[in-house]
Structure formats: structure tokens, C-alpha cells
């Protein structure tokens, strides 16, 4: 028997399968983006990283997004926000992902915050 070889599927056949559930992402491919929407996620890119240079030395570690569907906080540290930026990008999706493990929420800020903050710094900058 080699050695990469797997344990039977215990529910083979079964069409009460739970797997049946989880669509396969291929199955899942639609329209291309429009080039609106691309050029709004490169911008939303191109902010993030401004956002993260400007935020981040002051302690704050991400984005926090509150969630239509669930109703609940969504914590995203600069790095997730920005591979699932560059996903929805290059797939035209995002996947799940793992949400931050126990995060503080003083150190997420919205969206909104950072774009405010960003402009109060280029203000600030400005008028010098």
C-alpha cells in the first residue's frame, strides 16, 4: 500500500454526502469584471497601502468591516484586507478566510476612518 494513499471516503456513495454542500469554486466563475470595477479595486489598493503606512506605526493592525449578512464585525489585518483585495482582483472572488483570532477592536478602524485620517494628514501636509 503506498504511502500517500487515503483512508476510504466514509460517506462515498452517500447522496446525503455533507460535502455536496461545498460548491467547487470552479463551478463558480462569472461574468468578467467590468473595468470600473477594476480600476475601483486598484484604487481601493492603492489606498490601502497608504492607509497601512500612515495607521499602522500608530498601532492600528487593520480594517474592521461590519457585515450585512451576519451582522457582526469583520477584523482584517493589512495583510488579509490585501490578499483578498488582490484575489477579488485576479479571481474575481474572494474565498473564505480564517477570521482574526480574538482581535481588540481599538486597534481595527473602518474604512471610512482611514480615508478620513489620510486626508487630515494630506490637509496637514498642505498647508505648510
Known amino acids: 500500500m503506498p ?13 446525503d454526502d455533507p460535502a ?3 460548491a467547487d469554486p470552479e463551478d463558480e466563475i462569472g461574468p468578467p469584471m ?9 484604487t481601493d489598493l492603492t489606498d490601502l497601502a497608504v492607509y497601512q503606512a500612515l495607521l499602522e506605526p500608530r498601532g492600528i493592525k487593520g480594517v474592521v468591516v461590519d ?3 451576519c451582522q457582526e ?6 495583510a488579509l484586507l490585501r490578499a483578498s483585495l488582490e484575489q477579488l482582483l485576479n479571481d474575481g472572488r474572494m474565498r473564505p478566510h480564517e477570521p482574526a ?3 481588540d477592536p481599538g486597534a481595527y ?9 489620510a486626508d487630515g494628514v ?5 498647508a505648510r
Open 67 to 69: 457585515c450585512a449578512e
Open 73 to 78: 464585525p469583520h477584523y482584517h489585518d493589512w
Open 20 to 22: 455536496r454542500a461545498i
Open 34 to 42: 467590468a473595468e470600473e470595477e477594476r480600476a475601483e479595486l486598484l
Open 3 to 15: 504511502h500517500d494513499s487515503l483512508p476510504p471516503d466514509p460517506f462515498a456513495g452517500d447522496p
Open 109 to 117: 478602524v473602518s474604512w471610512e476612518y482611514c480615508r478620513g485620517f
Open 101 to 103: 483570532f480574538d482581535p
Open 122 to 126: 494630506t490637509a496637514t501636509e498642505s
